[in-house]
């Protein structure tokens, strides 16, 4: 079993930035690949990023390639989301997920077997 606990939501204007963390316990987080996905009210949950167990590989959805980037401190056993240039569009809550097993990176929400509970992002225009 997997514990998963995102923080660093909140409010922020169009341009800004943020940083969210998930910090894991309860099993060899290095062994996990980890993403990142959101979920608008009224809307499918939609994959964002996802890194591989060491970092070495990541993955991007299009629409935030060269703004966001994923990467984990398996040494603190968290994983973090950089967002930058953010927008309205980005208000969602963001949910940190990890794959059970030795599983590349993957952008479906199928593919993740333990989630957090969410942290929320309010981009203001």
């Known amino acids: 079993q997997v514990q998963l606990v995102e923080s660093g939501g909140g409010l922020v204007q169009a341009g800004g930035s943020l940083r969210l963390s998930c910090a894991a316990s309860?099993?060899?987080?290095?062994?996990?690949?980890m993403g990142w996905f959101r979920q608008a009210p009224g809307k499918e949950r939609e994959f964002v990023a996802a890194i591989s167990r060491r970092g070495g590989t990541t993955d991007y959805a299009d629409f935030v390639k060269g703004r966001f980037t994923i990467s984990r401190d398996n040494a603190k056993n968290t994983v973090y989301l950089q967002m930058n240039s953010l927008k309205p569009e980005d208000t969602a809550t963001y949910y940190c997920?990890?794959?059970?097993?030795?599983?590349?990176?993957?952008?479906?929400?199928?593919?993740?077997?333990?989630w957090g509970q969410g942290t929320q992002v309010t981009v203001s225009s």
């Open positions: 309860g099993r060899t987080f290095s062994t996990s690949a």
């Open positions: 997920a990890a794959r059970d097993g030795l599983y590349d990176t993957s952008g479906s929400t199928y593919a993740y077997d333990f």
